[in-house]
């Protein structure tokens, strides 16, 4: 082993050895987080939040062309407005923090920190929505939610996390499927484009699905270790919710009609997938398109007369093209390589008194190493299409990540030989909630999604071997 790279074994642990330890060391050595002061809490620190903050400004911006417009609502609900639709507060009731006091006075109503906003945004609506000229309305909030989880990691589960969520009412069912598939997409969008995450779009089986919806789409992605994460969900809540908060509207005949509604949300947990899909035993892989910074310049010998000032000329020559930053500290070069490495930063570009006088930089490639000798006259061309490279390629090695961790099994031998090899097992299933129940029990694999682009794999379920209905994804999940 170089010495080179010993010194990144001693930084984090290696993935092969010991993966949930390789993630806490990237998320701690890259500087993304801090373990806040309450359990399960956290501190997004500058540069994890710089990357978070990039994937929220495509997504908003997304979330904006699709018509829908951003509001805030409160942190806090009443206990009695959550109660309101059954099987919701059923779902959210073992998660909820709840707050007893106000000051030295004990509260006649304890008080939910919001575990979700569905309730309020359906007290809101009864409120506000009262003919078909006040629909849909489609309103989305960034907020933080509070979970009060037994078992946490940073992103992955935390007590209390970041998000958006979309909350939309609509005159007709088929206005609030189109507006559940139009979020899905979106989701698809942002992560197979922005964080080069491929990702298998289907819909959750009723045992998966949100507290209190009709059904839940979902995107789900595969995991460096083989176990899925569930990246995004998008909710048809039919008339469920505008049943239990009387959200009722007038139509075009004057006749009163429930509204149909839906949700939507991506949180912070998006961030564990990117660690996970594309960061290696040298720390973070970030794809450039939501990288903060894309290209690192390292100037090399920079003491010489001439170094800082070229290295400091080519930063402000490439920054109207891409977001480049310098390290012109005096520590080592071999440390800012590790450093940035470590980072994820896609490109480094490295100049020293030998590159300026051939009229050069190398530019170093983050996910394979790859060096290359650009002249100084063909970067500002070269560098933005290296940044593209990059980006697909590392969607590209998911992908056949993906591919080869994807199985199929006909029967439970095959299924549960499937599952210790890890990654996502196609297999189909008879629509019962046994099956799926005893599936989970005996592999611990859950069912991710019911995809939309079905194969026939076999006739009979994977479990019980009754007529199938639909093949499944299964896998090991976060
Ligand atoms: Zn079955």
């Not at 509207?249 to 009163?256: F, T």
């Not at 839906?262 to 564990?272: A, E, F, L, N």
Request: charged share 30%.
């Amino acid at each position: 082993m170089s010495k080179k790279n010993k010194e990144f074994v001693e930084k984090i642990t290696a993935m092969e050895d010991d993966f949930a330890q390789w993630y806490t060391d990237v998320v701690k050595q890259a500087e993304l987080v801090e373990y806040g002061q309450v359990r399960g809490t956290m501190i997004i620190k500058p540069y994890g939040y710089a990357i978070w903050e990039n994937i929220k400004n495509e997504l908003d911006r997304m979330i904006k062309e699709t018509g829908h417009s951003n509001v805030a609502f409160p942190l806090f609900i009443p206990e009695s407005l959550l109660q309101k639709e059954a099987d919701h507060v059923e779902g959210f009731a073992p998660e909820v923090a709840w707050v007893t006091h106000g000051g030295n006075e004990e509260l006649v109503e304890r008080i939910a920190v919001r575990p979700t906003s569905e309730v309020l945004f359906c007290d809101y609506y009864s409120k506000n929505i009262h003919s078909y000229r006040d629909l849909p309305k489609l309103y989305n909030q960034w907020a933080n939610v509070v979970r009060w989880e037994k078992t946490t990691r940073p992103f992955l589960r935390s007590s209390e996390f970041h998000w958006q969520e979309g909350h939309t009412a609509h005159a007709t069912d088929e206005d609030a499927k189109q507006e559940t598939d139009r979020m899905l997409n979106v989701y698809a969008d942002l992560v197979e484009h922005y964080l080069a995450i491929p990702v298998l779009r289907g819909r959750k089986t009723d045992k998966e699905k949100f507290a209190g919806a009709k059904y839940t789409l979902t995107i789900e992605a595969l995991m460096h270790d083989g176990k899925a994460l569930q990246s995004g969900t998008s909710h048809h809540f039919g008339t469920g919710f505008a049943e239990a908060f009387n959200i009722t509207y007038l139509d075009e005949n004057g006749k009163s009609q429930f509204v149909h509604q839906t949700s939507w949300g991506v949180s912070t947990r998006i961030m564990g997938a990117l660690i996970m899909v594309h960061g290696d035993n040298r720390g973070l892989v970030v794809p450039p398109r939501i990288a903060p910074i894309q290209a690192m310049i390292v100037p090399i010998a920079q003491h010489k007369e001439g170094v800082l000032d070229k290295a400091y000329e080519l930063r402000d020559q490439l920054k109207s093209l891409v977001r480049v930053d310098i390290d012109a500290s005096d520590k080592m070069p071999g440390w800012k390589f590790n450093e940035y490495e470590m980072k994820g930063i896609p490109v480094r570009i490295e100049m020293g008194p030998k590159d300026i006088e051939n009229k050069q930089v190398v530019l170093v490639r983050r996910d394979t190493g790859e060096k290359e000798f650009v002249a100084l006259d063909d970067l500002q061309e070269r560098l933005p299409a290296l940044l593209e490279e990059v980006q697909q390629n590392l969607y590209d090695k998911a992908l056949t990540h993906r591919n080869e961790m994807t199985r199929e099994a006909k029967n439970m031998d095959e299924f549960k030989q499937a599952v210790e090899k890890g990654g996502f097992i196609k297999a189909m299933w008879c629509g019962d909630l046994a099956c799926e129940e005893k599936i989970k029990e005996e592999t611990t694999a859950t069912s991710r999604c019911i995809p939309f682009e079905q194969e026939k794999i076999a006739n009979s379920c994977v479990c019980c071997g009754k007529e199938a209905k639909e093949m499944v994804y299964w896998a090991r999940a976060y």
